[in-house]
């Protein structure tokens, strides 16, 4: 059955549900009522009929029919679809929803469709499901800094992430390519903040802005953006993670409020344009109390908007050149007795941790927190290399989240480098990231009961467009989502395929702008004296390739 993620337990009946203008859904309360209306508007443009949705406990007339079980877990759900009826149960709205979301997958792709489409029986196999979700952490970063992301595009990453039973979206708002979120008590870091130089060509080669230059490249959501955003999201269960980054990437508050980095700083900060190159050397000064006042008043304007359990308070990457000679930090670490500058990070974060924690929610942090003091209750994403220091931080009893940059970052290519758009880090295909196993074999298995999920990370450094970070995520999220989802021991990449190919006919429908790279050809080649060897292989078992030596005449099979 076609269903991505692979569910924990399925199986196929005899015929199939057909949904037509007479169908009706039954649910119990008003909790239930908005996921069945979902369910319900997927058939509105396509189909050219919508369901009625019905609220009571008689179930007679409907043959879509939602009910509690409440020995069910959080996230669990059973679906059971025979020729006359559809029974949906779970204990909550979120099992409920990843029903709906299952149900979508089945439907013919067309279903997907914003305008009528004729001849078509929207049917849906009969079967048997009982799912329920590996992990509860099931994320996505999406960096809309690099490259801002208008809000409805973020709404349409949304509903695709949410179609894979992801539930959890990190927004990169702050970086030092630009600050995306309006804060009402300082207004310069949407005015300043959010916009930058026009520069054309590699992001790594971009050169930084001079002070008379225009900044037109940006963009940022209002609060009023972010609260439509935030209840599209809760509407498709996903939790709205937003990430300040301290004390690095923060070129674009600096440039609004320069008198935030250290005071030995006399270059002039610029929103940059790419790498920044020494300008990204230049951060919040941790000896200046009134950077510790700004970011209270930004936490407390990020804690009241956002409803999320947790802040992603970043803390990776950042440079101490200016600290070792900044007289002000220098003194903060004096005060404190720290001799290791690690110490004032340390001081840095935990400081602003306790203020987070002080408005009821819970620090995010990149795995670089482990270099000094971490927070307690933090979470630590393990991002360097394979996310070993995500371990490291489950041993000193934290939980950890696992997004390794060598599998789960898909910034980087995803198939052979002379097919793909200009983007760097290596490759990690979407068979690399479909065969991660994030528990080791050699972890203990009491540190990996505080591994509480994974997350795929689109940074975008080399996007220009929304349509060039859909090319990146997609189908490799697909993959991700299977990943925190499904069993380990469930693995099967001919049959992920194979679900894959329905997947994205669902994506043709909506649009979305899908990479094709696990159709690329890669090829090796070896020598033997004067005699040379190529190997032509795909990513996918079921592919045929074939090649000629002879202008075409004769085509020949590769094997």
Known sequence: MNIIPLPEQQVA??????????????????????????????????????????????????????????????????????????????????????????????????????????????????????????????????????????????????????????????????????????????????????????????FSQRKNAKPS???????????????????????????????????????????????????????????????????SEIVYCAGNDKVYSFLEDVIDEVADLFPSSYINLGGDEASKKNWKKCPLCQARMKAEGYTDIEDLQGYFMNRMSDYVKSKGKQVIGWDELINSKIPDGATILGWQGMGTAGYKAGQLGHKFIMTPARVLYLIRYQGPQWFEPRTYFGNNTLKGVYDYEP????????????????????????????????????????????????????????????????????????????ARSMFNIDHLVTGNNDTLKVVLTCIRPDMEIRYTTDQGRRIKINI
């Open 13 to 202: 009946g005899n015929s199939h549900f057909t949904f037509s203008k007479n169908t009706v859904i039954q649910v119990e309360n008003r909790e239930q009522k908005p996921i069945a209306g979902l369910l319900a508007d997927l058939f509105t443009s396509s189909a050219g009929f919508t369901p009625v949705v019905n609220t009571g406990s008689s179930a007679a007339s409907a043959s879509v029919i939602f009910s509690t079980d409440t020995t069910l877990v959080k996230e669990c759900y059973k679906l059971d679809i025979t020729p006359s009826r559809i029974s949906i149960q779970a204990a909550g709205k979120e099992g409920f929803f990843y029903a709906v979301q299952s149900i979508r997958q089945l439907l013919p792709p067309a279903i997907e469709n914003k305008e009528p489409v004729s001849n078509i029986q929207w049917n849906v196999p009969a079967l048997n499901v009982q799912d329920s979700p590996r992990f509860p952490y099931r994320g996505l970063l999406l960096d809309v800094s690099r490259c801002f992301i208008p809000k409805e595009n973020v709404i349409k990453i949304i509903d695709y992430m949410a179609m894979l039973k992801l539930n959890r979206l990190n927004l990169h708002l702050v970086d030092g390519n630009g600050w995306r979120l309006e804060i009402k008590k300082y207004p310069r870091l949407t005015e300043v903040g959010a916009w930058r130089v026009a520069r054309e060509g590699d």
């Open 213 to 279: 230059e225009p900044t037109p490249i940006g963009g940022f959501y209002t609060q009023e953006d972010m609260k439509e955003i935030i209840a599209y999201a809760n509407a498709r269960q996903v939790e709205i993670i937003p990430e300040i980054e301290m004390p690095a990437h923060t070129n674009s508050s600096l440039a609004a409020y320069p008198e935030l980095a250290c005071p030995i700083v006399k270059d002039f900060i610029s929103v940059i344009p790419g790498m920044g190159a020494h300008a």
């Open 439 to 514: 528990i080791q074999p050699d972890w203990d298995p009491k540190v990996a009961a505080n591994l509480i999920g994974v997350q795929g990370c689109m940074w975008t450094e080399f996007c220009y467009s929304a349509e060039d970070v859909e090319y990146l995520l997609f189908p490799r999220l697909a993959a991700v989502a299977e990943i925190a989802w499904s069993g380990k021991d469930r693995k099967d990449w001919p049959g992920f395929l194979k679900r894959l190919d329905v997947l994205t006919q669902h994506y043709d429908y909506l649009g979305v702008n899908h």
